[in-house]
């Protein structure tokens, strides 16, 4: 069992905070939590745990329309990741582009570029508002808090 301190799971990298936001980031993108680095917040590809099993921290901070800037965020990026690959396609390619492949392609890579983005969609936004708004010691589960989730 760990003991932690409260004010460390409150404020962990309070004097550097781009620090903190790219550590964050980089754990969720890993599909870790981005309060403590734990695993076991995603429950499955599309159902996260409502606290992290480590620390505790609520996966919806503010209540249950909490993740809807998740949702607008996940199209974002996939728009992005969508413009970024077409664009390098057609540079890659011209002019001899396969228009005909990409009519198909185009379309089924958006439609499904959402599903495949949406952990990580929910966990950078859970990232960068906790990286910004820290957990308070009060928002963490104290069971949880006090133990350290070791799998
Ligand atoms: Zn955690």
């Known amino acids: 069992m760990v003991q932690l301190n409260p004010q460390d799971i409150e ?5 550097k905070p781009m620090r903190r936001m ?24 599309f159902k996260l745990e409502d606290r992290c099993p480590s620390c505790g921290l609520r996966v919806e901070r503010e209540g249950h ?34 228009w005909d492949a990409l009519e198909i392609a185009a379309p089924l890579g958006m439609a499904a570029a959402p599903f495949v983005l949406f952990p990580f969609a929910k966990l950078v936004w ?4 906790t990286a910004l708004r820290p957990a308070h010691a009060s928002e963490l589960n104290p069971v949880a808090a006090t133990t350290k989730h070791t799998s």
């Open 65 to 98: 329309d909490y993740m809807a800037g998740s949702v607008m965020f996940n199209l974002v990026l996939a728009e992005l990741i969508f413009a970024f690959t077409l664009v390098a396609y057609l540079l890659i390619a011209w002019p001899n582009v396969n």
């Open 126 to 129: 859970l990232a960068a508002d």
């Open 11 to 15: 404020r962990p990298f309070a004097d």
């Open 22 to 45: 790219i550590t964050m980031v980089g754990r969720a993108l890993l599909l870790k939590c981005p309060n403590c680095g734990s695993r076991g917040l995603v429950k499955n590809w």
